[in-house]
């Protein structure tokens, strides 16, 4: 969005001429790619989260009952949190009232969460 582009323009424009030298579009560049990076990184981890709760045994038919989101049980098991902390993770980032939270609540825990 605007307001990211402008932080991490700020960020950059280590002259603060309000335009970049090769140098800086090059540190512009490295934090696009590493945002990118980090970004499949969680798209995967998400994924795999999802298919080990419907693999899960004891549990019948998971794929009709799940939406394809994360549960409390993901968190616990993934992060070593407690029920309650994944509880509240769940609670405050889930949007749809659901007991799953999809891979765009999932990012808005993991930002809340790692500050």
Known sequence: DDETFSEVFEQV???GIGSLA?????AL???IKRAVCEMLQ???WFNSLVAAGVKKPGRKNDA???TGGVRASHLV???GVSRAVADEM???ANLSESSEVSFTELKQIIT???H
């Open 112 to 114: 809340n969460w790692s």
């Open 13 to 15: 424009d280590c002259d």
């Open 77 to 79: 098991a993934a992060l």
């Open 29 to 31: 560049v490295a934090i």
């Open 42 to 44: 969680l798209k995967l």
């Open 22 to 26: 090769r140098d800086e579009v090059l």
């Open 90 to 92: 769940i609670f405050i």
């Open 64 to 66: 009709d009952s799940s």
